[in-house]
């Protein structure tokens, strides 16, 4: 078993679509361990304030397979493939990182987001705060205490997972 880490995104009926991605997420995955949610303001584009938050889980999918799951899971809620890539989402689902691994096929892991948004990386310190970064050598907790943090406005909401149960 392989331990992934997912961020999870949503401007559009953020509630709707973070609470039904999520329960996505389980059902194909199984238990996921999820870290707050977070308001961040749109990066790269005027647009609505986002909700973020990341989920860790154990797969035996491939990293292919587990890409091609997680675009299988957005298109189901409403993502239109070819859009703009700063623009709004229902839902966005990245693979941050599989294990350890370091690659640049299918997909570049570790994603680079981690280092560079607030918003992936203050969940995932969070989340894991111990863990190690494949490439930096330092963990996530080092890392988000080294971020400046007046780089991007976020702050963590209460959310109501009610309907997650």
């Given amino acids: 078993m392989s331990r992934i ?9 953020r509630d709707h679509y973070v609470r039904s991605g999520v329960l996505s997420l389980q059902q194909h995955f199984g238990a ?6 977070y308001e961040s303001d749109a990066v790269g584009f005027n647009g609505d304030a986002f909700y973020n938050l ?10 292919a397979d587990c890409v091609q799951a997680l675009k ?3 298109d189901r809620h409403g993502r239109i493939r070819g859009a703009e890539k ?17 690659c640049q096929q299918p997909i570049i892991l570790p994603r ?8 992936v990386l203050w969940p995932m310190a969070e989340l894991a ?6 490439l930096t050598g330092l963990s ?3 890392l988000w205490q080294n971020y400046p943090k007046n780089k991007q406005k976020i702050w963590p909401v209460p959310f109501n997972w009610s309907e997650c149960n």
């Fill in 140 to 142: 996530y907790a080092e």
């Fill in 129 to 134: 705060p111990q863990n190690i970064h494949p």
């Fill in 32 to 37: 996921l361990q999820l870290s707050s949610v």
């Fill in 5 to 13: 880490f997912i961020s999870i995104g949503s401007n559009t009926d």
């Fill in 72 to 74: 299988q899971i957005e």
């Fill in 86 to 102: 700063f623009c709004g989402r229902t839902l966005d689902l990245d693979l941050l990182t599989y294990d350890q691994l370091t």
């Fill in 112 to 119: 680079g987001e981690i280092t560079e948004n607030a918003f």
């Fill in 54 to 63: 990341v989920a860790a889980t154990e797969t035996e999918l491939s990293v």
